[in-house]
Nanobody, 124 residues
Framework: VLLQAFGGGLVQAGGSLRLSCAAS????????MGWFRRAPGEEREFVAAIVWSGGRTAHAESVKGRFTISRDNAKSTVYLQMNSLKPEDTAVYYC??????????????????WGQGTQVTVSS
């Protein structure tokens, strides 16, 4: 499975961006996909996750009400809509996938596949 994340960029505080993560190769109709981010000098942290089958989601407390994860099964693509962006959202954002589960996963070590990351910079 190859994951390609894109959609990052530079935005002012209060603005919006939508990240996309396209899965190719041996894609799947089950499993879970997640978004993580890594700010400079910080560990990679959980942002959001979605179960392919059923669409159940989870979001980190720091982004609840501002970010929304969604998926398009037909396109094997997961999105992260980011609104009301803050400077502290500045980070490299990564998408991740795990095939053999139907539960939400927030632990990065439990994901099997990772995208290359896309930079999000929020200016104040």
């Amino acid at each position: 499975v190859l994951l390609q994340a894109f959609g990052g960029g530079l935005v002012q505080a209060g603005g919006s961006l939508r990240l996309s993560c396209a899965a190719s190769g041996r894609t799947f109709s089950s499993g879970v996909m997640g978004w993580f981010r890594r700010a400079p000098g910080e560990e990679r942290e959980f942002v959001a996750a979605i179960v392919w089958s059923g669409g159940r989601t989870a979001h980190a407390e720091s982004v609840k009400g501002r970010f929304t994860i969604s998926r398009d099964n037909a396109k094997s693509t997961v999105y992260l809509q980011m609104n009301s962006l803050k400077p502290e959202d500045t980070a490299v954002y990564y998408c991740a996938a795990r095939k053999d589960t139907g539960v939400i996963i927030t632990t990065k070590s439990w994901y099997d596949y990772w995208g290359q990351g896309t930079q999000v910079t929020v200016s104040s």
